[in-house]
């Protein structure tokens, strides 16, 4: 080989290698990607969890990539100890972890959301009396009130201002008089009606209040209708899921005269007038069924054309049809029990289990319903899950 070809393929190689190590230095950081995919993230995601090996408490941060992906955000797990988790576009806050049979009182902690979604911690309040139990939090669809079901003799829905800057929360007021069991409000496209339902000891009831430009709540008239039920019994409600403009489902549990279990649980749809006022047409015959057990949770998809339902034997997937009667979509998803889910903007549901310790990430489309790559994922004693869409 000549002297010159030796010095040409040299400086061939230098060039090359120059190159790659130009590209690697061009690549993508993780606060611009969300996966291999080399895109922006479409959501994060936070799931609390309290791992046995370890004994920490964390809060694990994701990436989800447009096909559904999750990454691992830097810096995740953040060792804050917190669950029962709500998000707006700079805060998330979670209720401090209270050891079993303490009277200690009830903290809520903001963390900021940095620019890559880590979290660093930066504020707590003390909230409610000792004694007393918050049981959920969440926001309004502004993300500027926090508000938090607390568990106590009255029973009684908090409100708190958030101060954007410094996370802050500042006490608003508390409405005393609500439902006996864990039934957090949920927020018609207005943003001044929400809703929710409950059946402490066999009493059905569908709760309605009104949000004030402060933040403050105050109930409206709770004497919704029902649908009448099949035997003669009544249907005992669990919760609500609002769409984006002016319409509810709600699930029910149908009872016979005896107070027995008469059928599986099935969806009602509701519609809110412009003072808050409900009404249905929902009957025994078009009111889908549902195969998930006993309902834990539900919600409503963004464009709110899909409700998804979880439950004690799985995760199933409706067509919500406005004030029209709701319409089944998929069978069962999975067999295990899903306690917890949240949709992003960009058609993936997200669903956790605290039984088999797994966090699902579902696609769904018109015509289909499919799992994420990778899905289901593995975390170990998972327990709250909040989304935060990008």
Excluded at 14 to 21: E, G, P, Y
Excluded at 154 to 171: E, K, P, W
Excluded at 211 to 226: E, I, K, T, V, W
């Amino acid at each position: 080989m000549s002297r010159q070809i030796r010095v040409c393929l040299f400086a061939l190689i230098v060039a090359c290698a120059s190159t790659v190590l130009a590209s690697a230095q061009a690549l993508p950081s993780q606060t611009e990607t969300s996966s291999t995919t080399g895109t922006s993230p479409v959501a994060y995601v936070y799931v609390a969890s309290r791992p046995v090996s370890n004994g920490k408490d964390q809060i694990n941060g994701y990436y989800a990539a447009s096909n559904g992906a999750i990454t691992a955000i830097p810096g995740s797990p953040f060792p804050y100890s917190y669950n029962y988790l709500a998000v707006n576009e700079k805060w998330l806050f979670g209720v401090l972890w209270d050891p079993a049979g303490s009277d200690n009182e009830e903290v809520i902690g903001s963390m900021e959301i940095g620019s890559n979604g880590a979290l660093t911690q930066k504020q707590e309040v003390g909230v409610g009396e000792m004694g007393g139990a918050l049981i959920s939090i969440y926001l309004d669809h502004t993300g500027s009130t926090l508000y938090g079901d607390y568990y106590t003799t009255n029973n009684d829905y908090l409100s708190y201002s958030i101060d954007q800057t410094t996370g802050q929360l500042t006490y608003i007021a508390d409405l005393a008089g609500g439902p006996p069991d864990n039934s957090p409000v949920s927020f018609i496209g207005n943003n001044e009606f929400a809703y929710s339902s409950s059946c402490y000891h066999l009493s059905p009831e569908i709760i309605g209040v009104k949000r004030a430009s402060n933040g403050s709540l105050s109930y409206l008239n709770s004497n919704f209708p029902f649908p009448a039920e099949k035997s003669g019994g009544f249907y005992c409600p669990w919760r609500a899921a609002a769409d984006p403009t002016d319409h509810l489902a709600i699930a029910m549990q149908p009872y016979n005269p005896n107070w027995g279990v008469d059928g599986t649980y099935q969806l009602a749809t509701y519609t809110a007038d412009s003072s808050g006022n409900l009404t249905t047409t929902s009957t025994y015959s078009n009111m889908p069924h549902v195969l998930v057990g006993t309902v834990i949770d539900y919600w409503m998809s963004p464009s709110g054309k899909y409700l998804a339902v979880g439950g004690t034997q799985g995760l199933q997937i409706f067509h919500f049809n406005g004030a029209n009667p709701i319409t089944k979509f998929t069978g069962l998803l999975t067999s295990n029990s899903i306690d917890q889910m949240f949709w992003d903007n960009s058609n993936h549901l997200y669903a956790i289990s605290k039984t088999a310790n797994k966090l699902y990430v579902f696609t769904v489309t018109a015509t289909s319903v499919t799992q994420a790559p990778g899905s289901p994922h593995a975390i170990a004693n998972a327990d709250s899950l909040i989304v935060l869409p990008k």
